[in-house]
């Protein structure tokens, strides 16, 4: 099928040596800052730091090959990452799998997922996750990484998969422990190095008279030069003797094939996770490629996304890895080094791939607490606390959703909290339109427009009733317009039409439909006419293939003027002919 091609294919006809040199800078910059990256997100997937390596080779590659984003920078990412360990936690204890065994099978899953949904273009699913419910779990899953990493930075031991249990881990280690003071100072120098050169090191060497650009890229490699001190710190100091937890051997060579086991129990065991990381993946992965496409008037496609995140999954499952998917920040750190073909991702894998050969000794000596004073740093500008309160102040439903979201999330869990998040916005949304605006309207005065009583000066009919309805007509709402109308007509003695005013209206559904006829039957018997007004093309077509437009007891009307004009003609002249003076 066409959508699974490969996109390389295009843009390797027209590479040249100018494209070769962009992408090899923008390569060189992303594997620096990818390095202890993905070594940090391995450590909190719960897994070998080698994983993280493993991780970032042949899965860049495969996304290179299918993927339609330019500047798409995949790897491990720290919110999969966390999802991979809830995920391979339960698995192990449910079915004995070993974690680093579920995270391949979990990868595997994700990809085999994400290629399905391309071959039946289910793109669109990713829709039912809200920009509040993903807000809402990418700041409490930020919190949960954080506050999990302080027990690296004290010593101790803080696992968990929800706020509970963290803080429980958090105050049994410390209680039986106790902080470890050297590993305390290195992972909050660290931390507090990191957040200096996040936030004053780029204007610094502005003003040195480095270019924006420039700039940017050396404080996005702050982490790299944590790392090359403190692994010379622990070496010079033997800090590993005083209790500081190091990384330890790396094994040194290009990433293991590897199968991902077929075990039954573990695959059921596994589905649900797989299918909300695929989700999570994408959503993420095809906002931050649409974002960046748009700044050079680039075109990104749904499908090859799935396509390449599927590949890339794939990958990750055959060569050691876990999980992947396109990343917020590295890829804007690519974007702004100025990558401009997937080349770049192919570079920075072949950096990554020689880091696994030649450095992996030198990571021997790294501390633990380096790599989660990175990780927290990177976790915390995902964190926006103020945006329920946002949300909130735009629409309570969406505040609502993205506090259940939140909340679910930090005491029940990621998978919980983000079901949690996605049925409150469904239930929200229903509630809402279950209970449609629906508005009389009258003549703007000196014009054709028709507009809410309760809102302007209109000119009304005595005679004639219009009620204009902002919401497609289906089977949760359509009692509510049957009440309406009964209520509103009840008080109009002299009533003689009943016009709706459907603009807004996109869908009618048998329900609606039933309803519509419902209320014909009843003005029918007390001698009111119902009309129709401003109905759409689909709308019109599908009323058409029932009776109901046979058995209407009034017409239809191209525009609500002309219903007027023919119902209540003296009514709209004299509306027509006064001066406006009303807003429309």
Known sequence: MARFRPAALDWLRRYDGRTAGADGLAAVIVTIMLVPQSLAYAML?????????????????????????????????????????AATAEA?????????????????????????MAALRLGFVANFLSHPVVGGFITASGLLIALGQTGHLLGVSARGDTLPAILTALYDGLLTRGINLP????????????????????????????????????????????????ILAVGQLDLAAAGVKVVGVLPAGLP?????????DAVLALLGPAALISLIGFV?????????????????????ELVGLGAANIAASVT??????GGFARSVVNFDAGAETPMAGVFTAAGIALAALFLTPAFRDLPQAVLAATIIVAVLSLVDLKAPLRAWAYSRADGIAMAVTILGVLLAGVEAGILAGVIASLALFLRHSARPHMAVVGQVPGSEHFRNVDRHRVAVSDTVLTVRIDESLYFANARALEDRISSLVACRPSLRHVVLMCPAVNLIDLSALESLEAI?????????????????GPVMDRLARSHFLDELTGRVFLSQHAAMQALDPEMTRAADGLVRDAAS
């Open 45 to 85: 997937a719960g897994l070998p730091p080698a994983a993280g390596l493993y991780a970032s080779i042949l899965p860049l590659i495969a996304y290179a090959a299918f993927g339609s984003s330019r500047t798409l920078a995949v790897g491990p990412v720290a919110v999969i990452s966390l999802m991979t360990a």
């Open 284 to 304: 993420e992965s095809i906002s931050v490629a649409q974002t960046l496409a748009a700044k050079r008037r680039q075109r990104i496609s749904a499908d090859a």
């Open 520 to 536: 014909n039957r009843r003005l029918a018997e007390g001698g009111i006419s119902f009309h129709l007004s401003e109905v759409k």
């Open 92 to 116: 192990a204890a449910a079915t004995g799998i070993a974690p680093a065994a579920a995270a391949l099978l979990l990868a595997g899953l994700s990809g085999l997922m994400l290629l399905a």
């Open 256 to 264: 293991p094939l590897t199968l991902p086991p077929l075990d039954a």
């Open 320 to 325: 050691g890895g876990y999980p992947v998917t």
């Open 183 to 230: 590993t305390l100072v290195v992972g909050g120098l660290s931390l507090i190095f990191l957040f200096w050169c996040r936030k004053r090191l780029k204007p610094l060497l502005v003003k040195a008279g480095f270019g924006p650009r420039a700039a940017d890229a050396v404080a996005k490699a702050a982490p790299a030069v944590a790392v090359l001190a403190s």
